[in-house]
């Protein structure tokens, strides 16, 4: 080797050092910023792909330290050694995923398109190694003879079943087959999001006469003028993010607007360049074959082994409960709404895109409520005091703003939450608002669980996205209206912030089992649980004031709230199940989905979609519309098989509240119990995964739930 070249390899390998030592994610233990949060801004869409890529070749390694471990296979070195690994992957993908749904670039969705596939390879080489599974059966098969405490059986019961699950049991042939499978399933899904987040900022629609949108309120107008002018245009601009589609649709008298609003947003990704409907085609027919490939004759059977439900046909034993119980009460509501609207002078027949607005007005009429005159007194900042003085009310909890924590947006907040004693419990993000390049509705994740190591109880990094309506700005960009929040996104707020409270309140020693980590039947317990305050006066009290009076919500508008809670409940509950039996329709196919030779693969599509919903359709179907090509949770959303788990976790909160409403009846009681509130912290927001969802669940309540606690609230039975 002359001179030269051994300068130019020296070069190459300084260069590279250098951008290992300038990639933040190669140094993310040595990261200073408070908590040890991700140093946001040193971090550059450059450093993802290489950072992964370490990331995978680093987990890659310590698996094959465990599989090498000459040592007898114990549950130290082998399920506690693979519960740690991958560790620089986790704090790499901690970033990533949550960027590329609150704020997304084409770079990033370019990455994203790239990384599926290696990421799903890497889970599939861990699932299928043969040597590692060898060492995890060795350890549960003599789980019995092992002190080992309940969280760690629990983990080594999930590792194992983990395995077997995804392919350890399968002949080499199969697992092969298996790892083509799950690579295919991972792009189709990636896919399917993305084509839905394209088409949903592909959609626009100009107003150029301000009396098309009358009946909108002047906040909603000025932010469809703002709208505009951010595209150079002049007029009203009309998008299919939820802060326009929801005042369109209910306020909006030009009924030719809503149709059009309603065919955009109900025919997204059906033909066109962002068709979804083969690849719906591809996701199911992969998952049945995946599912075929363990013995199981439906992807649902296979899916729902772990959860509470545990089978198909228990949870088709509950839609069909509801059913039964909430059809003729809604279609009772139908057709009130229906002559309703004939006394308003409209003859037709009540077609989805006039519901939402007619049935505001009959709200209006029955107890004079609306958005417009709630809104004044859901200001965003009281709002969030009083989110936040629930959890001190529940569980000591306060929450203190810390700027010197960076975020990823300067809409973003950070906090640090402190239990009653002052010790740290958590960082808290908080996004509010919907930008381009964020995806749309509201979720909870983490950008980095809670977990033990050692003695030290790393705490988590929990982040609440939601897309509530904006301040109004002036041209100068001045707020000449803070963010008046309507009821329902109030109620959002605090069904985000139940997740969130889940993943902060943990206390587990492995991060696999901490916080939200529990079966989808479950997960929406504490979320849907916490909405229930915002019925309550006591709560109401705390911090609903009107934004430029500052006087308490009256009572008489308390009062009206309280009489409107059951208004069109039997309506929202089999919307829900609709959606329950489209899900569980794809995903108990025991044949291929093929299209029949007399129809194009939409048209198939769509009369699948509607025969599954058509058992509680209450408002007619319109042609070349099927809201399953935009049906993220269940095709890009990690809810296939599991979007009855809303309807099964509604069961459970509604029959964990009425402890609280119990306990509100007695002498000097408050809803506010904190007997009850250490009890469900104590067994439910605490525990995580750490055992069986139902015992968890028996534990707080002290027996069985019932359906009749969710009845009674929506009024279906006295």
Not at 2 to 21: E, G, R
């Amino acid at each position: 080797m002359n001179s030269k070249t051994l300068i130019t390899t020296a070069l190459v390998a300084l260069s590279a050092m250098a951008s290992a030592q300038q990639n933040p994610f190669f140094n993310y233990q040595k990261w200073t910023t408070p908590h040890g949060t991700y140093p946001f801004s040193e971090i550059r869409t450059e450093h993802y792909m290489p950072a992964f890529k370490e990331g995978i070749k680093q987990g890659l390694a310590e698996i094959d330290d465990i599989v090498n471990n000459p040592a007898e296979p114990d549950f130290a070195n082998t399920i506690e050694a693979y519960e740690r690994s991958g560790e620089l992957l986790s704090v790499v993908e901690g970033c990533f995923f949550n960027l590329s749904n609150t704020d997304s670039d084409d770079e990033i969705r370019e990455i994203e398109t790239e990384l599926v596939p290696m990421l799903s390879d890497y889970s599939s080489s861990i699932r299928l190694n043969e040597g590692l599974f060898r060492r995890i059966k060795a350890v549960y098969d003599k789980r019995d003879r092992l002190k080992l405490t309940t969280e760690q059986s629990k983990l080594l019961d999930d590792i194992y079943e983990g395995f077997a699950n995804n392919g350890a049991n399968l002949s080499p042939e199969q697992k092969e087959q298996y790892r083509q499978l799950t690579s295919r399933l991972s792009g189709l899904t990636t896919k399917f999001g993305q084509n839905v987040l394209n088409a949903t900022n592909a959609w626009t629609m100009l107003i150029t006469r301000e009396e098309d949108l009358d009946g909108l309120s002047e906040d909603t107008k000025t932010m469809l003028r703002n709208n505009a002018e951010k595209k150079g245009q002049k007029g009203w601009l009309l998008d299919l993010k939820p802060t326009t589609t929801i005042p369109v649709m209910q306020d909006c008298r030009n009924r030719d607007i809503r149709r059009e609003l309603y065919m955009a947003s109900n025919g997204r990704c059906i033909g066109g360049e962002y068709d979804n409907t083969q690849i719906i085609i591809d996701i199911v027919n992969t998952r049945l074959q995946l599912a075929q490939l363990f013995g199981k004759d439906t992807y649902a059977r296979k899916s729902l082994h772990k959860t509470c439900a545990e089978t198909p046909e228990n949870v088709l034993s509950l839609l069909d409960q509801l059913r039964d119980a909430y059809m003729p009460v809604a279609l009772q509501e139908v057709k009130e709404l229906q002559d309703f609207a004939r006394e308003q002078g409209f003859y037709a027949t009540l077609q989805p895109w006039d519901w939402s607005f007619y049935s505001k007005q009959l709200k209006d009429a029955k107890y004079s409520i609306s958005d417009d005159v709630l809104r004044p007194y859901f200001e965003l900042e009281s709002v969030k005091q009083g989110v936040f003085g629930l959890a001190k009310r529940l569980y000591g909890l306060t929450f203190k703003q810390n700027e010197k924590i960076q975020v990823y947006h300067p809409e973003v907040s950070a906090y640090e939450v402190y239990d009653a004693k002052g010790k740290f419990l958590a960082v808290y993000y908080a996004d509010f608002h919907p930008r381009d390049g964020k995806r749309g509705g509201a979720w909870m994740n983490d950008f980095r669980p809670q977990y033990m190591l050692g003695r030290k109880d790393h705490r988590p990094h929990i982040v609440n996205v939601m897309n509530f309506t904006k301040p109004v700005t002036g041209a100068d960009g001045a707020v000449s209206k803070p963010a008046l929040l309507t009821y329902d996104e109030v109620e959002t707020f605090l069904h985000e912030f139940g997740h969130a409270l889940h993943g902060m309140l943990t206390r587990c020693h492995y991060a696999a089992l901490s916080g939200t980590a529990v079966p989808r039947d479950f997960v929406e317990l504490p979320s849907q649980f916490n909405e229930n305050f915002l019925g309550e006066k006591e709560f109401l009290d705390t911090f609903a004031r009107h934004y430029q009076t500052g006087a308490a919500m009256p009572q008489e508008l308390i009062d009206r709230i309280h009489a409107s809670a059951t208004y069109h409940a039997a309506y929202a509950c089999v919307r829900q199940l609709s959606f329950g039996y489209l899900d569980m329709s794809w995903h108990t196919l025991t044949q291929p989905f093929a299209v029949p030779e007399t129809q194009t693969r939409e048209q198939a599509v769509i009369d699948f979609g509607n025969r599954a919903m058509r058992q509680v359709a209450v408002m007619p179907e319109v042609p070349q519309t099927q809201m399953e090509t935009a049906f993220t949770h269940i095709f890009s959303g990690g809810y296939a098989a599991g979007y009855y788990s809303y309807k099964w976790s509604e069961l459970l909160d509604a029959d964990a509240f009425s402890v609280f409403q119990a306990a509100a009846k007695k002498k000097g009681g408050t809803i506010f119990d904190k007997r009850s509130a250490d009890l469900f912290r104590t067994n439910i927001l605490e525990r995580g995964g750490t055992e069986k969802p139902m015992e968890l669940y028996r534990r707080f309540r002290g027996g069985e739930p019932t359906v009749e606690a969710l009845m009674r609230r929506d009024g279906i039975i006295k």
